[in-house]
């Protein structure tokens, strides 16, 4: 009991300092990050990506409408319990917005951050029924979802076989959660539609052992096989695809299964895997000038630095550039640049994602163009294909930004989140 | 000088048997409790409440369940987590399926329908012991994580295989769902945990606890004296059970409002709170709460004080915490074996002849 009691006034008195703090007048972005534990690899290029492009505008532009950007990293390990820690921490500080990176968390936080108040953005994870905005409207996960990227996959393997999938058998191989699960009704129901055979392959988590799923993918010799990974799982799932001499051509990962960190310990092997993005690749970009003078040259960069450039990192500053747009957005709606969380909303809804304002960030054709309303926060869902290049150590974009099946994905979409209002007492609509 | 026997008489057996004979342990145990129930729920903030007090109270009832059967009855589990997912599940089909009925009862049932399942797993107990039965248990943990994630009956056909919990309330205060208020949700693990101290506490007091310390102890002679194995040992594992389904329960409804099997009551959540017991110390109710506060709290303090107070970067934090949480434990294991409430026993030995040693 006494040590117990001596904990608590050591941690009253630490968090008394905590809160005393930071004054009031930043723009709090916290970043639920994960820089250990066996999604690390991942998680480290996000968000160094995300904290490099935040310090960049502080930098350069002061911040944001001239208020200062303040960021609060905290470390959850991809674990719902710290990540609940870490909401409960950084939300008194005013977030603005959260962006957990992770499908699990984002489902602990999607009713309380509803019920606080705080807007949450899920970049391309999360719940894939939070693109209807009138169900939910304090989360956001444009630009696509998960249900678009099993569309993109499928299409992506029709058009190879021009339009006739009947009969093939395609294997889902997948993160035994949340996450991993996200894809598997549209892909039925695309099965239905297309008459290809489902074969589904869970991964249990961390996912450092598949022998026996790619000993299956081996005995059934499936046409194609879609991976949704993280972590350790993707570099494991290429390596044993290498092993069985799987054709790395028909072998297509969704967007988190598409890093270098997952293709390269794979060597030449890996060559001509193909991964979904939503967003374009590569350092070709103008404002990798602006980071290289205002943040890494001035030792700014967050974590060792040494990101710039990956998949995850561009990924990872694709997000912080949202959030800031629609920081600037909601500045501009309410006409003052201290904005609030519920202001923070309007703007996320208010973003209208042009041509004009991506090339005026020193990111021209950096992603697709959108406009969020209330009733989509999901943007269009567009998404394309990339290949990975062992020789050269590139991805390379090889198709355009193509449109989702929303012949079937929008009932489903209606059906789900039309449930969950059901289930929360929730009554859809915009005001 | 003030923690002594010396002077507090007492008159009758019922007075001899209270659970604390010493009147100044009497004092302080009311004290903590009128604080816990009375000033705390005026003071905490969601922060306070789900990053600390809840994770306490519930790995603390979860470790005296686990208290009961391994340190009390010597039938070693490494089958917590899942139990836990068993009381989790079950609540959460008992609040969907009867969304009339209280909270309080459905975590009730769902601690007795893990009792049961907890039963049926205890079973190879009768014919195995030791580092076997923990290999039996190990089998239950992956079993049933596996059917709550295969079944997708557990989990009403839901698309992510996620369970959250929908919104109830007791006496018209919200206890479950986002809308929940901190003092509520406190106050309401805080009661369960209490009654599940003192149940234990007086469980193993009696006939009951003493077949279980007798099994424990030395099987052979327990039997040859007359203690059935077959009951004591079954009866340890429905105990047990009852309570870390509870826990399970309440770490589902009221403290994480979704989960999802693999990741919230994976082998790591048995290990973790087997580690309490142990750290805590073997057959002690209050060891199992010292254990549950030890690792909740010490991660969070370390947390702040490393990344809030000092500065450092979370990666390197993250990285600190496990290294000296994990030196901590070894460093009083290596001290006292026994655990926390050994260290606390034998500091109250002390108390009582200071400040005269001799």
Known sequence: ?????????????????????????????????????????????????????????????????????????????????????????????????????????????????????IPVHTLGYGRTSAKNGEVFKWIFNYPANYWDGASHAINHILAENNGDISGKKIALVYHNSAYGKE?????????????????????????????????????????????WGWGVMNQVAIQEAVNIRYPMENFIGIWWSGSENDVLPAGDGANGYKALTFHNLGMEYPVYDDLKQYVVDAGKAAGAGDQLGTALYNRGMYAAMLATE?????????????????????????????????????????????????????????????????????????????????????????????????????????? | MLYREAGDFKTSYREDGQSFPIRFDRIAVQVTLAVALLVVPFVINDYWANAVALPFLIYAIAAIGLNILVGFCGQVSLGTGGFMAVGAYATYKLMTAFPEVSIIIHVLLAGGITAGVGVLFGLPSLRIKGFYLAVATLAAQFFLVWLFNRVPWFYNHSASGQISAPERTVLGQAVTGPNAEAWVTYLFCLLFLIFAAVVARNLTRGTMGRSWMGIRDMDIAAEIIGVNPLAAKLSAFAVSSFFIGIAGALFFAVYLGAVEVG??????????????????????????????????????????????????????????????????????????PHGLAQLWRVGKEKLRLWPFPH
């Open chain 1, 1 to 117: 009991m006494a040590t117990k009691k001596l904990k608590a006034a050591g941690a009253a008195l630490v968090s008394a300092c905590l809160l005393a703090g930071p004054a009031a007048a930043d723009l709090v972005f916290p970043d639920l990050s994960y820089r250990t534990g066996p999604y690390a690899a991942n998680g480290i290029p996000f968000s160094d990506g995300y904290q490099d492009y935040l310090t960049l505008l502080n930098e350069r532009d002061g911040g944001i409408g001239g208020v200062p950007i303040k960021i609060l990293e905290c470390e959850t390990g991809y674990n719902t319990e710290k990540g609940v820690e870490c909401y409960e921490a950084t939300k008194g500080e005013g977030a603005l917005v959260y962006q957990p990176l992770s499908t699990g968390i984002t489902y602990q936080l999607i009713p309380k951050a509803t019920a606080d108040g």
């Open chain 1, 183 to 227: 894809p598997i009704r549209t892909l039925e129901e695309l099965s239905a539609k297309h008459g290809f055979e489902l074969v589904l392959l869970p991964v249990d988590h961390p996912g450092q052992e598949q022998k026996s799923q790619w000993l299956q993918i081996r005995r059934e010799r499936p046409d194609n096989v879609i991976m």
């Open chain 1, 326 to 431: 629609a920081a600037r957005t909601a500045q501009e709606i309410h006409g003052t640049a201290d904005i609030t969380p519920a202001m923070m909303r309007d703007g996320l809804e208010g973003l209208d994602m042009t041509e004009e304002k991506m090339a005026g960030l020193g990111l021209p054709n950096f992603g697709p163009t959108f406009k969020v309303t209330c009733a989509n926060h999901g943007g269009d869902g567009l998404g394309a294909m990339a290949q990975w290049d062992a020789t050269a150590g590139t991805w390379s974009l090889i198709s355009d930004y193509e449109a989702s099946d929303s012949e079937v994905l929008n009932p489903l979409i209606e059906a789900d989140s039309l449930a969950y209002a059901e289930e929360s007492g929730i009554t859809p609509g915009c005001e």
């Open chain 2, 263 to 336: 990741e919230a009551f994976g082998i790591n959540k048995s290990f973790l709170v087997l580690f309490m017991i142990i750290i805590g110390g073997l057959g002690r109710i209050a060891g199992s709460l010292m254990g549950a506060a030890f690792l909740v709290l010490l991660p969070v303090l370390l947390k702040n004080v490393l990344v809030g107070g000092l500065g450092w970067p979370t990666d390197l934090a993250a990285h600190l915490e496990f290294m000296i949480v994990g030196g901590l434990i070894v460093t009083f294991l290596v001290a006292e």
